[in-house]
């Protein structure tokens, strides 16, 4: 597998919101996505492609020292693989480059797969949004890394 990790274009827009559409009941629409590539100016968005196919996606917002990853996701054909986990380590590695000494993000309390990958790396539950998924009322865990120094595939 040729995986290429790099910062999102314009150009992906179209399969990131594909992927983003495919993965989650409540999708960005596909301006979201241009926003962050184009206007945002806190946004560090990256995709991940596997032979020349954008597979995978991230959305990282940078703010003084704190990274928040607002959306990742992979495409369900290429899950199960470690692209969705190698892309958030990358991204997170570039933010603490950017001088960012902590993240966070919000996950479905529910969504117990993603939170185990995200207390592999150090993330610890330090908060819980009530209702704060809108199609169903679900709340989301705020998850925190304190400290991305140490951050590295594993």
Not at 15 to 44: T, Y
Not at 93 to 106: D, I, K, N, P, Y
Request: hydrophobic share 45%; charged share 25%.
């Amino acid at each position: 597998m040729n995986l290429v990790i790099r910062r999102m274009t314009l150009a992906d827009v179209p399969a990131v919101h594909e992927i983003d559409r495919l993965s989650f009941s409540l999708p960005w629409p596909e301006r979201s996505f241009r926003f962050e590539v184009s206007e945002n100016p806190v946004a560090r968005p990256w995709v991940a492609e596997v032979d020349g196919r954008v597979v995978a996606m991230l959305v990282l917002w940078l703010t003084v020292d704190e990274a928040h990853i607002a959306t990742i996701a992979t495409h369900p054909d290429f899950r199960q693989q470690g692209i969705g986990e190698r892309l958030m380590i990358a991204a997170l590695q570039s933010a603490r480059q950017e001088g960012a000494r902590t993240a966070f993000l919000e996950v479905r309390a529910s969504n117990l797969a993603a939170q185990n990958l995200y207390r592999k790396y150090g993330f610890v539950v330090s908060g819980r949004r009530p209702g704060y998924y809108k199609d169903n009322q679900e709340d989301a865990l705020l998850m925190t890394l304190e400290n991305l120094d140490h951050l590295e595939v594993t």
